[in-house]
Nanobody
Framework: QVQLVESGGGLVQAGGSLRLSCAAS????????IAWFRQAPGKEREFVTL???????YYADSVKDRFTISRDNAINTVYLQMNSLKPEDTAVYYC??????????????????WGQGTQLTVSS
């Protein structure tokens, strides 16, 4: 089992920045990827970004060049640095992890473990 705990959400003005954290514990050796998803009110959960255990990353087009995923291996924590925030980034952000198939990493069903979510609200 892997436990994921997100933190860092809040209210920020458009154009601002915020960093989310995802602390992982438990059997982290069993996963090969950690990702961030988000779900806006009335919308389906969508893929944001992923970091493979080897270090490579992938971003959704909507956040590319604005968001950065990184990891501190010493404390098993993954970060999502979000810059140039827009009102449309408002959502609950979820950290997810699992043994992910390479071509299906955008599919939330690939991820066995989920955090509780943290709210980001971007005001215009």
């Amino acid at each position: 089992q892997v436990q994921l705990v997100e933190s860092g959400g809040g209210l920020v003005q458009a154009g601002g920045s915020l960093r989310l954290s995802c602390a992982a514990s438990g059997s982290t050796f069993s996963i090969n990827a950690i990702a961030w998803f988000r779900q806006a009110p009335g919308k389906e959960r969508e893929f944001v970004t992923l970091r493979w255990s080897g270090g490579s990353t992938y971003y959704a087009d909507s956040v590319k060049d604005r968001f950065t995923i990184s990891r501190d291996n010493a404390i098993n924590t993954v970060y999502l640095q979000m810059n140039s925030l827009k009102p449309e980034d408002t959502a609950v952000y979820y950290c997810a992890a699992g043994q992910v198939t390479g071509r299906n990493f955008r599919n939330q069903n690939e991820y066995r473990y989920w955090g509780q979510g943290t709210q980001l609200t971007v005001s215009s």
